[in-house]
C-alpha cells in the first residue's frame, strides 16, 4: 500500500499563489507517475496535472501557464505550484498517485491510490 498526504492548501486572495505537497509513505516506488486532481462543491472531481518519474508532464488546460507539478523522488515528494490563482481554482485538491513505471493519465480511475485532499479557496 502507498499512503500520500497533501499539506499546502489554504485561504489566498485572487492573483496570489500556494504550493501544495505531497508525502508519499509505505510502498513507494522509484518509478511513480503522481497527479494531482480537485473537486469544487456539486462538481465533479477533474484532473489538474501529472508528472511521470521521467519527467514528463501533462496538465489541464485551465490551469495551464499557471500550474506546475514537480517531483522529488529522493524525498517521495509532490508539489503543485499554483500562481495567478482565480475564485474557480478553490475545490479540494487530491493527491493521486500510480506505481510501476505507468505512463501519465488525466484519468482518475487510473490512480489506485489517493491522499485525504487539502481545500484550497481563493477569494475573489
Known amino acids: 500500500q502507498v499512503q500520500l498526504e497533501e499539506s499546502g492548501g489554504g485561504l489566498v486572495q485572487a492573483g496570489g499563489s500556494l504550493r501544495l505537497s505531497c508525502a508519499a509513505s509505505g510502498r513507494t516506488s522509484s518509478s511513480p507517475t503522481m497527479g494531482w486532481f480537485r473537486q469544487a462543491p456539486g462538481k465533479e472531481r477533474e484532473f489538474v496535472a501529472t508528472m511521470r518519474w521521467t519527467g514528463s508532464t501533462y496538465y489541464a488546460k485551465s490551469v495551464m501557464g499557471r500550474f506546475t507539478i514537480s517531483m522529488d523522488n529522493a524525498k517521495n515528494t509532490v508539489y503543485l505550484q499554483m500562481n495567478n490563482l482565480k475564485p474557480e481554482d478553490t475545490a479540494v485538491y487530491y493527491c493521486?498517485?500510480?506505481?510501476?513505471?505507468?505512463?501519465?493519465?488525466?484519468?482518475?480511475?487510473?490512480?489506485?491510490?489517493w491522499g485525504q485532499g487539502t481545500q484550497v479557496t481563493v477569494s475573489s
Open positions: 493521486a498517485a500510480r506505481i510501476l513505471a505507468a505512463p501519465v493519465s488525466n484519468d482518475a480511475n487510473d490512480y489506485p491510490y
